[in-house]
């Protein structure tokens, strides 16, 4: 039962997001981890409510994952009085931890408008389950790719080496 109420707990965050990002193009929020390590989803979030606090143009276009991440927590900082629990560096890596973004987007849900439509929340329940890929899965194919990476070397050089070694 506990799994099932954070399972809708997350469709409604997610619907909650996906709704108040729908104006940004350079934003689809379709998870709890890949889709926020670019700092658009956050910058986006806070953006949506608080237009007259940054240039979404500037933002967006001139800086890296990592300058927009800080920029996003320094703002949500600043002006909405939530505190700055992650560092940019782990957000903007390939997978970052999902419970971690889920308990930032938690404190923002807690503070900006919260009205979530039917609509927004069956969207959600269409996407792709491809798309919600968990941390666990994603480390999953990490590992595998890694593990080929090394048999293959492994072979590379057990070739080589045997080429080397033969009488010329």
Known sequence: ?????????????????RQLTRNYPQVNVTNFTTSWSDGLAFNALLHSHRPDLFDWNAVAAQQSPVQRLDHAFNIARQHLGI???LDPEDVATACPDKKSILMYVTSLFQVLPQQVTTEAIREV???????????????E????????EVSFTFLLSSCCSKVVSLPT
């Open 1 to 17: 039962m506990a799994g099932l109420q954070q399972t809708n707990s997350e469709m409604i965050l997610l619907s909650w997001v």
């Open 141 to 148: 194919v990490h590992e595998q790719h890694f593990s080929q």
């Open 83 to 85: 505190e700055k629990l």
């Open 125 to 139: 329940e269409m996407l792709p389950r491809h798309s919600r890929v968990t941390r666990e899965e994603h480390i």
